[in-house]
C-alpha cells in the first residue's frame, strides 16, 4: 500500500506498449507498415516454413508450411492464407497419440487507415503489426476430425483388460452379446436367413 501511494499511476498505452515488446516473435505477427507505402495493385507473398510453433496455449505444432499474400488496395491490405502443419493428438479408439495434419485458409480485407472502415471491419493497428495467431488457430482447431484415427482400420482397446489390439490380441473371453436379446439369437441360429434371389 505505501508503495502504491507514492508511485505514479501507469497510463494504459504505456502497458499496451511493453506488452507488444515483450511478446516473443512469432512468425504470424507481420509488421505491414512497408506494404502500405505500396501502390495500389502491389502484391507480396511471404512463405513460411516453420518447424516448431507454439500457436496458442491450447495449440503447438511441426513443419508448418504455407504462404501469406498481401494485396494493397485502396482499403488497405487484402491477406490471403493457406497454411498446412501437424500437431499431436490422440487416437479416439485406442488412445495411442499420433500426428494429425491440420489446415488454415483464409482471407480479409484489412482496413487502413481506420476512419476508411466501418464497424465491425478488420484493421491495421497503428504499430503495423497484424497477428494472424487466432485465425490460426481457430482455422487448425476447426480441421481437426471429431474422433481423430491414428489409421482408418484401428483396432481400439479390449473393453475389460485396455489391451491395444493394434499391437496384439489379448485372452480375454469374446463378448457374448446382451442377454436380453438371447432369444432373438436363438432365433437366427435356428432358422438363419435365405440367400437372396
Given at each position: 500500500?505505501?508503495?502504491?501511494?507514492?508511485?505514479?499511476?501507469?497510463?494504459?498505452?504505456?502497458?499496451?506498449?511493453?506488452?507488444?515488446?515483450?511478446?516473443?516473435?512469432?512468425?504470424?505477427r507481420?509488421?505491414?507498415g512497408?506494404?502500405?507505402?505500396?501502390?495500389?495493385?502491389?502484391?507480396?507473398?511471404?512463405?513460411?516454413?516453420?518447424?516448431h510453433?507454439?500457436?496458442?496455449?491450447?495449440?503447438?505444432v511441426?513443419?508448418?508450411?504455407g504462404?501469406?499474400?498481401?494485396?494493397?488496395?485502396?482499403?488497405?491490405?487484402?491477406?490471403?492464407?493457406?497454411?498446412?502443419?501437424?500437431?499431436t493428438?490422440?487416437?479416439?479408439?485406442?488412445?495411442?497419440?499420433?500426428?494429425?495434419?491440420?489446415?488454415?485458409?483464409?482471407?480479409?480485407?484489412?482496413?487502413?487507415?481506420?476512419?476508411?472502415a466501418?464497424?465491425?471491419?478488420?484493421?491495421?493497428?497503428?504499430?503495423?503489426?497484424?497477428?494472424?495467431?487466432?485465425?490460426?488457430?481457430?482455422?487448425?482447431?476447426?480441421?481437426?476430425?471429431?474422433?481423430p484415427?491414428?489409421?482408418?482400420?484401428c483396432?481400439?482397446?479390449?473393453?475389460?483388460?485396455?489391451?491395444?489390439?493394434?499391437?496384439r490380441p489379448?485372452?480375454?473371453?469374446t463378448?457374448?452379446?446382451?442377454?436380453?436379446?438371447?432369444?432373438?439369437?436363438?432365433?437366427?441360429?435356428?432358422n438363419?436367413?435365405?440367400?437372396?434371389?
Amino acid at each position: 500500500m505505501f508503495f502504491s501511494a507514492l508511485t505514479p499511476p501507469v497510463k494504459p498505452q504505456l502497458v499496451e506498449q511493453f506488452r507488444t515488446l515483450t511478446k516473443p516473435h512469432s512468425p504470424l505477427r507481420l509488421n505491414v507498415g512497408f506494404l502500405l507505402r505500396e501502390s495500389v495493385g502491389y502484391s507480396r507473398e511471404i512463405l513460411l516454413d516453420e518447424p516448431h510453433l507454439a500457436i496458442a496455449a491450447d495449440l503447438t505444432v511441426e513443419d508448418l508450411r504455407g504462404s501469406l499474400t498481401f494485396t494493397r488496395t485502396p482499403q488497405g491490405l487484402y491477406v490471403s492464407a493457406r497454411l498446412q502443419a501437424r500437431t499431436t493428438v490422440e487416437c479416439s479408439r485406442c488412445l495411442v497419440e499420433f500426428a494429425q495434419t491440420v489446415f488454415s485458409s483464409f482471407s480479409e480485407l484489412y482496413h487502413y487507415p481506420p476512419e476508411s472502415a466501418s464497424p465491425g471491419d478488420s484493421l491495421i493497428p497503428e504499430d503495423m503489426n497484424l497477428d494472424f495467431s487466432a485465425v490460426v488457430r481457430e482455422d487448425m482447431l476447426l480441421s481437426l476430425p471429431l474422433q481423430p484415427l491414428c489409421r482408418s482400420d484401428c483396432k481400439g482397446l479390449c473393453p475389460n483388460c485396455g489391451q491395444n489390439w493394434n499391437e496384439r490380441p489379448c485372452d480375454c473371453p469374446t463378448d457374448k452379446g446382451d442377454p436380453r436379446l438371447a432369444v432373438l439369437k436363438r432365433l437366427l441360429d435356428n432358422n438363419p436367413p435365405s440367400p437372396p434371389c
